[in-house]
């Protein structure tokens, strides 16, 4: 293996056979490659389903009032489903087992002014607890306080998009703004990992918005964080068990889906993790179908090298050279090339990932990336079956009677 | 090619003692190549012995086969065979790399032998930058560079005008005017008579076995 005039011998070879090296070795390298690239974006896609709910607490319940699409206890169909005050403090009683904190959420669209700065914004009305189901991260200042709802104090907490609006370069901490022509005094700024569109709203406590709209106790819809420690199954309990209660006091047919709908945060990650499992699984064998590709391609390449050199074969042969000489020297030179061009592809691929990084964020292929050991696995698995490709038609080649391989065409 | 066997030799009673110069001559299907090849082991017989120097050739395995070819036995091809992309010295070299001798003897050795044959200042070429003559002067020295027992040439002027075969047969009487056993395969008579021994063979035996008075051509070679 080591032996210094056999490696000259093969470089020679190599060096003379331009094309059928670059053949092999092409055929190699792209389909390492393909294949780490592949792999590569599958672990891509994963990232990019674990980073949708890298923003939400997943630990919620989120709940949604519909339409009744039943009649029921002397109720028409079609009733719109309202929630108020009372159905949180109620949740609150009825659940205190599975419960952790609850929040409502009543959105509106307001023209908000500082000084000169005009500009419309979508405002929250919320609760202290949204700030944890948000995972809304405080820049300056502070997040909505219990306080503020008992006393229905006119504040709010802006994005930091909508500090950058307005306020330039003021700190926008105790200035007061104009949400839908009242003043709102700003008691802090806050960030959000989900982008802009998180980064441009406004919160300000329920009690104020419902004050402000002729002191109703009416909620868009609400959320619910339950203990994290609670199993899957008891947070599939808690979801049925919530549903059940809101449809009895609702008045809504226990059979009808539409009066309530609830969105289970941690019900729905499970799903798309198993989404982006089966991804994974299909680009894997996408990832397995090029390496076979690629073992073909390199089987064929190997028949054909092997036939091309058999008269040359059969010479050496002629001259001396050992059947054992003959596969060495071919098998040795398609390891060679396999290895050489196979490392090339590897690197290539994985420098390629290396420098997707988010670009590919549309096609919802964050950061990919591949095991340096899967990477590694599959490059060995194609060397060893180009060595196994080269060694069949090389095996046949050096017992092939030279005065066969000789023979004139 | 196939599994489908074909009986060409049928019986072939033959001695052929150091030093001698012999042409196998015969028309195309008479058998003169498979003799050849089978005293090259390069081809097997089905029955039969052959004893080269007092070694018994029979049922060899590959390995020994080409370490024999390699030590005792020399070829001459009518399409030359030359490595189209090693240069002459590097063909040369080739069954001294099979021997496994270091590579400075060997591209010594080659070097010398192609001088021999005359061709030492083209020694870097290609087989595709030389004349037929050549290339098989160039064939003609690697067969001799392994220094082998016997020389087998099949064909040698096959593909060469007279002028060059004239050339290459002289080459092949002054390797055998210094000791060395060679056998030629012919079609052509006057070829045959630049040797010491001519053997017929027509449809697998032989028909004539003769000793002439050889015709020597002019040694100096271009």
Known sequence: MFNRDRWQEIFQTIRKNKLRTLLSGFT???????????????????NSFKQFFLDDATNTLWVYPGLTSKPYRGFKANRRIEFENNDLEDIRNNFEFFLEDITPRISRRSIVKYKGESDNYSTRAVAPAHQYMEKTIMMKGRFIHQDDLSNKTKIVVIGRLVAEDLFKDEDPIGKYIEVGSIAFKVVGVFQDQSGDRE???????????????????????????????????????????????????????????NGIR????????????????????????VGIGTLIAGIIGISNIMVFVVKERTKELGVRKALGATPKNVIAMVLQESIFITTLSGVFGMICGIFLLRNIGDRLAQFFIIDPYIESITAMIATVLLIIFGAIAGYIPAKRAASIKPIVALRDE | MGDSSLHVLKGIELQIAEGELVAIMGSSGSGKSTLLNILGMLDTADEGEYRLDKVLIKDLTE?????????????????FNLINYKNAVENVALPLYYQGLARKIRQQKALEYLDKVGLKEWATHLPSELSGGQKQRVAIARAMASQPKVLLADEPTGALDSKTSNEVMGLIQQINREGKTILVVTHELDIAHMCKRIITLKDGIIVEDQKVDQILVDTHVQ
């Not at chain 1, 190699?28 to 994963?46: D, E, Q, R, S, T």
């Open chain 1, 28 to 46: 190699v390298a792209l389909g390492i490659f393909i294949f780490i690239v592949l792999f590569g974006f599958g672990n891509g896609l994963k």
């Open chain 1, 199 to 257: 980064e441009r709203l406004i919160y300000m406590p329920y009690t104020t918005r419902q004050l402000l709209e002729k002191n109703n106790d009416k909620i868009d819809y609400f959320i619910v964080s339950f203990r994290p420690e609670m199993g899957y199954t008891s947070t599939l309990a808690f979801e049925r068990q919530l549903r059940l209660f809101l449809k009895n006091k609702k008045d809504i047919d226990p059979r009808d889906n």
């Open chain 1, 262 to 285: 609830i969105r289970n945060v941690a019900d729905q990650i499970r799903q798309n993790q198993q989404f982006a499992s089966v991804l994974q699984i299909i680009v894997a064998f």
């Open chain 2, 63 to 79: 390995t020994i086969a080409a370490k024999y070819r390699n030590l005792f036995l020399g070829f001459v091809f009518q399409s």
